[in-house]
């Protein structure tokens, strides 16, 4: 079975999406996570932290890269806050 890591690994080395939008794409499926987890919809994520329902839902299907301040917005919103890890590359 393909797992999503190595689906969007093809997709990076196929020149289909970029390395930023690969890492976008996994903060957003994360932070995604976390709202379904917590049972907090759309429009309630919307109201708590003041961006848009369809500025969500684009960026949830994968449709628009949000800005970091807005990434902060939601996850600030939700309780939780972000934790960046750098590595050395090979």
């Known amino acids: 079975m393909t797992t999503l890591t190595q ?4 997709l990076v080395q196929e ?19 976390a709202r379904v987890r ?11 932290s003041g961006v ?3 500025t969500i839902s684009r960026m949830e299907n994968g449709l628009s890269i949000p ?3 807005t990434l902060y917005k939601l996850v600030d919103s939700m ?6 890890d750098l590595e050395k590359k090979n």
Not at 38 to 48: A, D, K, M, P, V
Not at 79 to 84: E, L, R, S, V
Request: charged fraction near 30%; glycine fraction near 8%; avoid cysteine.
């Open 67 to 69: 800005s970091i301040s």
């Open 52 to 54: 848009p329902q369809k």
């Open 15 to 33: 020149g289909l999406i970029t390395p930023e939008e690969e890492y976008a794409t996994k903060l957003i499926a994360r932070i995604r996570y």
């Open 79 to 84: 309780g939780y806050t972000f934790k960046f």
């Open 38 to 48: 917590e049972g907090i919809s759309q429009s309630e994520l919307s109201r708590r």
């Open 7 to 10: 689906i969007r690994g093809a």
